[in-house]
C-alpha cells in the first residue's frame, strides 16, 4: 500500500492531540481528514468479513474550523445485535484471515488486544474469554480496523500524541452506571507512559476505551512537547456534547532533530 505523497525526508510522524478526548470514529475522522482517502480504507475494510456498511465522511465546521465527523451506517440488520458474545479470538481470526497488509493486520490486532486484556482485567477473565460489548459493534470494529488502515497508508515511521484529557463523573453503558474514567481505561492507564488529565468541569466521557486502545495499541509514545513540523492536519470530531471544541487533531509531517 503507497504512502501518502507530499511529505519530505524519512523522518514521518504522525501526532495525535487528544486536549478534548479521543474515541475511535474522532481518530479515524481525523486521519480521513488528514488525507487518507475514505473510499480506499473502505475497500480495505471489505476485505474483511463483516457485511455490508458506508463509511460517511461529513465535511463540518465547528468553531470556524472545518474536519470530519464520521459516519458508520450498517446495512446488515442481522449484524446490528450480533456483537453481544463476541470475542478477542474472534475478533483476531476475523481480522487476521482477512487480504488486508501485514501492517495493518498488525496494528489492528494490537489494539484489540490491548482492550482485551483491560477488559479481561475488569471482569477478572481471561483474554481469549472476553466478550467485547461496545467494542465488538460492527461500527466500532470499523473504526479500529480503519484506523490501522489508515496509518498503513500514511507509511509513518513514529507515531506520537500529547496528554489525553477527559472528564469526571458516571455515564450509562450495557453494565449499567460507571464511573468516569470508565473502568477499562483506567486499566490501560495502569500500563501506559501516556498521562491522563482530568477536567473537573466536563461531567462526561471523553476517552472510550477504543480510543485510547487505539494509541496503546499503535505504540504511541508520549512527547511532552510538540515534536513534529506539520505538513498536513485533520481534525475528528465526535459526535458527545462535552461543551468543550470536541475533536482530536492529528498532524503529520516531518519529525524535528531531537
Do not use: W
Not at 38 to 66: H, Q, T, Y
Not at 88 to 107: F, P, Q, T, V
Request: hydrophobic share 45%; aromatic share 6%; with cysteine.
Amino acid at each position: 500500500m503507497g504512502r501518502i505523497n507530499g511529505y519530505p525526508g524519512d523522518k514521518r510522524a504522525l501526532y495525535f492531540e487528544c486536549g478534548a478526548g479521543i474515541s475511535g470514529d474522532m481518530a479515524l475522522g481525523a486521519l480521513i481528514h488528514l488525507g487518507a482517502d475514505a473510499e480506499a480504507v473502505k475497500a480495505e475494510l471489505l476485505k474483511m468479513d463483516i457485511g455490508s456498511f458506508d463509511l460517511i465522511p461529513n465535511c463540518i465546521s465547528k468553531n470556524g474550523i472545518r474536519g470530519v465527523e464520521l459516519d458508520v451506517i450498517i446495512r446488515d440488520e442481522s449484524l446490528r445485535d450480533a456483537h453481544a458474545h463476541v470475542t478477542y479470538r474472534h475478533i483476531k481470526a476475523l481480522i487476521e484471515g482477512s487480504g488486508l497488509s501485514d501492517n495493518a493486520k498488525r496494528m489492528a490486532t494490537n489494539i484489540f488486544a490491548v482492550i482485551g486484556a483491560a477488559e479481561a482485567a475488569v471482569h477478572g477473565k481471561n483474554l481469549d474469554e472476553v466478550a467485547f460489548h461496545e467494542v465488538g459493534a460492527p461500527d466500532s470494529v470499523i473504526d479500529i480496523v480503519g484506523t490501522a488502515v489508515a496509518v498503513d497508508m500514511m507509511g509513518v515511521d513514529r507515531i506520537c500524541c500529547g496528554p489525553v484529557h477527559d472528564g469526571c463523573g458516571f455515564i450509562e453503558c450495557r453494565h449499567g452506571i460507571i464511573p468516569v474514567p470508565v473502568p477499562a481505561v483506567m486499566e490501560m492507564l495502569k500500563r501506559s507512559d501516556i498521562p491522563l488529565v482530568i477536567e473537573t468541569d466536563v461531567t462526561t466521557e471523553m476517552v472510550t476505551p477504543t480510543g485510547f486502545g487505539i494509541l496503546e495499541g499503535l505504540k504511541a509514545e508520549f512527547l511532552p512537547t510538540f515534536g513534529v513540523r506539520p505538513e498536513r492536519i485533520g481534525y475528528g470530531f465526535g459526535k458527545r456534547d462535552t461543551g468543550r471544541f470536541g475533536a482530536v487533531r492529528a498532524i503529520l509531517g516531518e519529525e524535528y532533530a531531537q
